[in-house]
């Protein structure tokens, strides 16, 4: 009897969708592709897109310019076609095709750096090679129009190619936990907060598994690491995560072998991960690899350019979203008595206090007592989220009409604009807390009083409210010390588009 077979009567069929059920009627040789075949070459497809249509529009602006023959223009679109292979080799190189199929949260804003640079350099080679050929040298304003159109439309249309993916069943990847006690139930958690991600969760793999989590209803233990071999080929398993397994460790060394040698993805959850930051690196001692965790360097003006910056868009901000403050006024006052802003002490940098301002969402006699309870009961990443599926305390009863769509929006946060103006707040940077909730931190949770507090962060973004407290404040912490200007311009990014998902809000 096959492992399949062994777990098919109970679990496997509250765990496993429509798309795999018909998936494991297949034979391996129908199989479909999984998802990294489907990206890379819907993504070659979208840069060949992109830059055949920037000199398309290239052309059609300038082809005219210079008395310009057709004998020419032949010549032009000739060696452009014949470039077109060298073009793809050098996204090749840049790896502007292999992140998908590795990350689960790879977004084509996380591709811009390369596509920028793979159109600069390639332009730049285009310039010299038909300045020392016989090629009919372009005007530079046509490969100034080139090289902008080109970064424009090659980004574009791998927007267009990954959205085209991402609603495909082939983008799904099959997925298995190897361990299943806390960090294993965490991950768990965590991938099924994000249907983004593309990720298909059956089940765990663990010989002595701890009790399951109440959020995680649907998946069960297929098996002891012993049957995970014969699950992958069963169940067309394209992911294992691997979360702090009970096996030795030559042990856990042959399971990984095994699992690469079947093509299968394996992302191992590294040990002390609460102190792993984002720009973690990888380097070697005697081809041994080690994790560099880097000291904070940080250019002496970038403090100035980051407080700059949050001057210059908080204030173009706040006459832009003028009208809407009016608007917000009439709305909030005419729905339920008591002030337009909602006025409430936060913790600061160096843990000086400051009066943080919201637009009022909720009736004014409501006890805030209540929020303090359930801080203290989200503070353990085995909490459980409410019935919605997010770590949020609900009050619906106190909150207003208006103040539902404000929050919803989180629009109801732009008052805090005046604080970035202030210096109390940035754009970017640790959730602002309440002194209470300082109660709860641990040790290292203190370090998010080095820098100022922010709009929005990497909580925000990453998580907001499908995460604990606890891990909230880990969030914090790392964002402390993983700061750049290059992360809080990534994050700026991040932000609308997270936004426009309308998820519930913190």
């Given amino acids: 009897m096959s492992a399949l077979e062994r777990t098919r009567g109970a679990a ?24 990294g075949a489907l990206v890379r070459r819907s993504l070659v497809l979208a840069d060949l897109v992109g830059l055949s249509l920037a000199f398309v529009v290239s052309e059609l602006l300038f082809g005219s310019a210079g008395a310009r023959d057709e004998l020419a223009l032949t010549t032009e679109v000739i060696v452009f076609m014949a470039t077109l292979p060298f073009w793809v080799a050098a996204a090749k190189l840049y790896r502007l095709y292999d992140h998908d199929e590795e ?70 990847q ?25 990720i298909n969760l059956l089940g765990f793999i663990d010989s002595a598994p701890l009790e399951l989590r109440p959020d995680l209803d649907g998946l069960s233990v297929l098996g002891g690491p012993d049957a995970l071999p014969e699950l992958v080929t069963e169940l067309h398993v394209d992911r294992v995560v691997i979360a702090f397994s009970g096996d030795t460790h030559d042990e856990m ?141 609900e009050r619906e009863d106190a909150v207003t009409p208006f103040g539902r769509f404000l929050r919803k929006t989180s629009l109801d946060e732009l008052p805090q604009l005046i604080n970035v103006l202030r210096g109390d707040m940035s754009l970017v940077g640790p959730r602002p807390c309440l002194p209470y909730e300082t109660e709860y931190f641990k040790t290292h949770h203190f370090e998010r009083f080095e820098v100022l507090p922010g709009v929005t962060g990497l909580w925000q973004v990453s998580a907001r409210a499908h995460s604990t407290f606890g891990e909230a404040l880990d969030m914090d912490v790392t964002y402390v010390r993983s700061w750049s200007l290059g992360l809080d311009l990534w994050l700026l990014f991040r932000t609308p588009l997270h936004l426009l998902r309308l998820k519930g809000t913190a």
């Fill in 12 to 35: 496997l069929p509250e765990q496993i969708d429509a798309t795999t059920v018909h998936l494991l009627g297949r034979s391996s040789a129908a199989r479909i592709k999984r998802r």
């Fill in 103 to 172: 990350r689960t949260d790879h977004t084509t804003l996380d591709d811009f750096p390369g596509v920028f640079h793979l159109v600069t350099v390639g332009t730049f080679f285009l310039m010299v090679g038909s300045t020392f050929t016989e090629i009919p040298h372009p005007l530079v304003g046509k490969l100034t129009a080139f090289w902008a159109l080109a970064i424009t439309a090659v980004f574009t249309a791998r927007v267009a190619a990954r959205t085209f993916c991402r609603r495909s069943a082939q983008y799904r």
């Fill in 174 to 198: 099959n997925t298995l936990i190897l361990g299943a006690g806390q960090v294993g139930q965490l991950v768990a958690r965590k991938i099924r907060m994000h249907g983004e991600y593309g």
């Fill in 253 to 393: 060394l042959a399971t990984i072998g095994s699992l690469r040698e079947r093509g299968v993805q394996v992302d191992i959850v590294p040990r002390f991960f609460e102190g792993v930051g984002l720009h973690t690196k990888l380097h070697s001692v005697e081809s041994l690899p080690l994790l560099g965790l880097p000291t904070v360097k940080r250019f002496p003006f970038s403090p100035l350019i980051k407080r700059a910056l949050d001057v210059v868009v908080a204030a173009v901000a706040l006459v832009v979203t003028a009208p809407f403050f009016a608007f917000a006024a009439w709305r909030i006052t005419r729905e339920s008595d008591g002030p337009v802003f909602f006025r409430q002490t936060r913790v600061g940098r160096d843990k000086r206090e400051f009066t943080m301002v919201k637009f009022r969402t909720m009736r004014c006699d409501v006890d805030h007592a209540v929020h303090r309870d359930y801080i203290a009961q989200t503070m353990s990443s085995t909490a459980v989220a409410t019935a919605n599926g997010l770590y949020k305390l």
